[in-house]
């Protein structure tokens, strides 16, 4: 699938050079690109390049995503340097409770689930309540391809070409009332197709809910994506709509999404539900707190194995402190985990 390219001088981001992306390119393609700037390359070339996203297993969009696609422009490459992860890894390695609690449950169990017809409710604190089909709760939006790392609570992470668009942009549809001051997410309920909900893995009361206060979910970095490497997500990955919050840890990040609502009150979230004194509303990707059985300093990146573990030093709110850290200004982090 075809992705355009803006030329560097459309990049509003001082910080996306030409060389970010094609580093990431390169290492994408296994470093068999030419040694050209994607910059100097005509749009029709760094397209074509960009539609060679290495094995990435060619997926049934329905219409209304294709549709999209030629509008989507890189807009925030804030990964400077850093390879995307192998498509296979982010396929292959996730979390998915509903779909079991192996990392290769997802990928082996999500396969099954239907995800079109998808109807998708807002409702709660807002003006103009609805209960939408995909397609048409897509409409007024454009896609917009973000790469960022997504790190988990585990201590990995992985850096993946999402395509989605703000939620900002749906909240300016949707019309918050003066009251509305959290926006939360609900999981769809299936028993009949994710095992996960069947065998009672007793520990989760279904549905998956996650949340955000509104003026984290106003940032421009918090979009709702219904694709990555190019294509629509794969149903591991959360189809066909999931939250991505790149500076919280990945639990936040809740996938596969039937109801949004604005509330009043801090939503319950399901990791808080079971753990509350290691799992927080907030999860805010820190180096500095640790989880209280493993340290939050370092990550995996994926790929990694045990020859080359590819260990990092874990970044403050996941290296994204200049577009976040003043949301938090005045919060004592460690209490507000
Ligand atoms: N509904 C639901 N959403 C979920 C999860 C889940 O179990 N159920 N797991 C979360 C966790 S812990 C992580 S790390 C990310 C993983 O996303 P990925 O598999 O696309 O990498 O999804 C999050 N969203
Ligand atoms: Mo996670």
Redesign the pocket.
Known sequence: MLIKLSRPSDCKESDITPESLYLSRRALLGGTAAALAVGSLPRWAAAAEVSQYADVDAGAAPNWFAEKLPGTQWQAVTVKGEAITPFKD??H???????GTDKGD?AANAGALPTSPWTVVVDGEVGKPGRYALEDFMKPYQLQERIYR?????A?S?V?PWLGFPISALLKQVEPTSKARYIRFE??QDPKHMP?QRSGFAL?DW??V?GLRLDEAMNPLAILAVG?YGRE?PN???APL??VVPWK?????????VRISLVEQQPRT??QNIAPEEYGFYANVNPTVDHPRWTQARERRLPSGLFSPNVRDTQMFNGYADEVASLYSGLDLRKNY
């Open positions: 982010a396929t390695y996730n979390n998915f409770y509903e779909f997802p997504l790190r988990c609570v585990e990995w992985m993946i999981t769809l996960g989760i549905p998956y996650e990555m997500l591991q990955n959360g999931r939250l840890y990945g639990f936040k990040s809740i996938k596969s999404i399901t990791w």
